[in-house]
């Protein structure tokens, strides 16, 4: 079946401007993720949604980072005033058992955000 | 905290032998312990995981991993490595507790090079 989408591949913005970055998670899978990774480095996470809730955004950044996932699927990861530290590659991970020791996380293509 | 280190940032092997890419991690509880790799330009794939039972995990593509709890390692194996196999390789241990339930934490990963 279909992985996890995300949409765009490639964003580049201007310093200061709003962006907003689309995950499409494998179907049926409840639990849904953000990671950012930046250049040399691993992934690290920013917010976990089981559902609709967000049930875990302490590795958001800062307040101008925040997320949705409005009906339990797609999920949108927003950024407000978006500075030159943000260009990174933001990863989307969905799983169908999150409270399962068994879970696996699995990641989409990401989308890799440039500001200029 | 959980954690997950990747002592070596680069590896090369010569087509044909055996490859090993390091891995050591510090957890409080159980370890669940998780190897991805990325391809240029995409995203994570999942190649094993290490939950509990025999220590040494089979995965994909002929990978294997070996867990090793005194000495708090889990190593990625193959016994014959292939030039296809050139990609950057992330280890990662999953958080199991209450609020950050489901959380990766990943490695700085290692890149791996396979020469004709």
């Known amino acids: 079946g279909a992985g996890v989408s995300q949409t765009p591949s490639n964003k580049v913005t201007e310093k200061g401007k709003y962006v907003e970055l689309r995950c499409d998670p494998i179907?049926?899978?409840?639990?849904l993720y953000w990671y950012r990774q930046s250049l040399g480095q691993g992934p690290e996470f920013l917010i976990y949604f089981q559902g609709t809730g967000a049930a875990d955004d302490s590795g958001l950044p800062n307040d101008r980072f925040f997320a949705v996932r409005p009906e339990g699927s797609v999920s949108t990861l927003k950024i407000q005033r978006t500075e030159r530290g943000d260009s990174a590659v933001y990863l989307c991970?969905?799983?169908?058992?999150?409270?399962?020791?068994?879970?696996?996380?699995?990641f989409g293509p990401g989308t890799r955000l440039t500001v200029l | 905290a959980q954690s997950v280190a990747q002592p070596e940032d680069q590896v090369n092997v010569a087509e044909g032998n055996p490859l090993t890419v390091k891995c050591t991690y510090s957890?409080?509880?159980?370890?669940?312990l998780f190897w991805y790799v990325q391809y240029p330009n995409r995203g994570l794939q999942f190649l094993l995981k290490?939950?509990?039972?025999?220590?040494l995990v089979k995965g994909s593509y002929g990978f294997e991993a070996e867990f090793n709890k005194s000495q708090t390692s889990f190593h990625l194996k193959k016994p014959s490595a292939l030039v296809s196999d050139s990609a950057l390789y992330f280890c990662a241990v999953r958080d199991i507790r209450g609020s950050t339930l489901g959380r990766l934490y990943f490695g700085r990963g290692t890149q791996l090079t396979v020469w004709p």
């Open positions: 179907s049926g899978h409840t639990a």
């Open positions: 290490y939950i509990t039972g025999d220590n």
């Open positions: 991970a969905s799983s169908l058992q999150p409270g399962q020791s068994r879970d696996t996380q699995y």
């Open positions: 957890v409080s509880g159980n370890p669940y």
